[in-house]
């Protein structure tokens, strides 16, 4: 974050249908690889942020539910749940197996057939990861990766994309220790890389178009590194002031 | 959200250090306009993302402090608050005058004077205002503005920057009605527009290299609009189910 760098969001079209046991890496790259003008391509430091829903496809993470009950999920998602941390009417916020504190368990039925429901990954760091290994072993790239899906926020109407998973990109850069711009020691300054990369792709990844995949474009390689999102951002119950 | 454009995230280098009473807006039109390589320019349907904290700057929302207590700002953060959320040894999580919850009531001295504390504008909202008008008036486009600030959030570690005020720019992105991919009815689609373009700038604007303007370029013209975020996004303490 030292140097005056233009980052690109890149959407990322032709992305066919995914099913369980796809190889959705391969789809990824062929997708991002496939003549287009302006053409897209694959580049070293390029960051895929690729949604949720695709990826509980590939791993087959669908449940048949009763299409002609909007509530069929419900039982669903206290299974997916190791808590329930508020509710309110249909609205349940829990805490997921995966640690996750959200709504419905991330269980979703939109841009699904009516008779199934898609549960998070067991593991979207995995899955990122798999995601990163195939592309830097087919294409010769070291890319990062981040699994998206959308929250809500306690006290902010509307939903933000945010990382469930990641891989080769830092989760947080740790600006502490270093100066700010007029030579005090910065304290506070541990900035979610992860979910902002999330959310800057959602705004080319969008809900009602399809696209599955954006690129962010022209990161700095020093944000390349080590982690997870469920070692270094899943805050810990123990220091948590709201669960 | 519909078509496949790319966005681009500029930096906006140049900006001097602001006084109060300064003309941040002709300041920020003189920063985007500046000869550069590449140039940048203001563009219609532009958004322009600006640090909170320059906005403070030049509306005087500075506070002197004790430069050898680390925690002079500290009595500030109970008289910028209406109630405090929840409380362990040294943070404080308020409900600020403003309506925002977060830490140190969005108080903060990192990059200013060991012996000044930044409070938060008084309307973020109005501020982004004056500054869209300010664009449009001197420049004859079409804006929009989007003043942004560091938060952290419950569940997550990290912080993101999200959007204290805004103009010229749809707060919430209303998709409730569309058709997604497969033809469903979208039922939970509102997405935070603000703060997924505040945390895309954040990416370029970073904490220690100074740079408080970013430009998000190439969105869709259909995104602007009118709101605030005061209105639109601030969950009213009747629909919190964490305060």
Wanted: one cysteine or more; hydrophobic letters at 40%; aromatic letters at 2%.
């Amino acid at each position: 974050m030292s140097d005056l760098r233009r980052l690109e969001i890149i959407p990322v079209p032709g992305l066919p249908e995914i099913k369980p046991g796809d190889d959705l890496a391969g789809m990824i790259i062929d997708a991002c690889t496939a003549p287009a003008d302006p053409p897209i391509g694959l580049q070293e430091h390029d960051v895929l942020v690729v949604s949720q829903k695709v990826v509980s496809k590939a791993e087959n993470k669908l449940v048949k539910v009763d299409p002609t009950d909007p509530n069929a999920h419900k039982p669903l998602v206290l299974e997916e749940s190791v808590r329930v941390v508020r509710r309110r009417g249909e609205l349940i916020i829990s805490e997921t197996k995966h640690g996750f504190v959200c709504a419905s368990a991330g269980i979703d039925r939109s841009n699904m057939a009516p008779d199934i429901a898609a549960l998070l990954p067991d593991d979207s760091d995995r899955s990122a990861r798999r995601i990163r290994d195939a592309v830097a072993g087919r294409q010769g790239v070291n890319v990062g990766i981040v699994v998206a899906d959308t929250f809500g926020r306690p006290w902010r109407r509307g939903l933000t994309d945010i990382a469930l998973g990641c891989a080769g990109v830092l989760p947080i850069l740790d600006l502490r220790g270093t100066d700010d711009a007029v030579g005090r020691e910065l304290h506070v300054t541990e900035v979610c890389l992860v979910d902002e990369l999330a959310g800057a792709a959602e705004l080319v990844r969008g809900k009602s178009n399809g696209i599955a995949v954006a690129i962010i474009r022209g990161v700095d390689p020093a944000w390349f590194g080590p982690g997870s999102v469920r070692e270094d951002i899943i805050r810990d119950p123990s220091e948590d002031l709201f669960r």
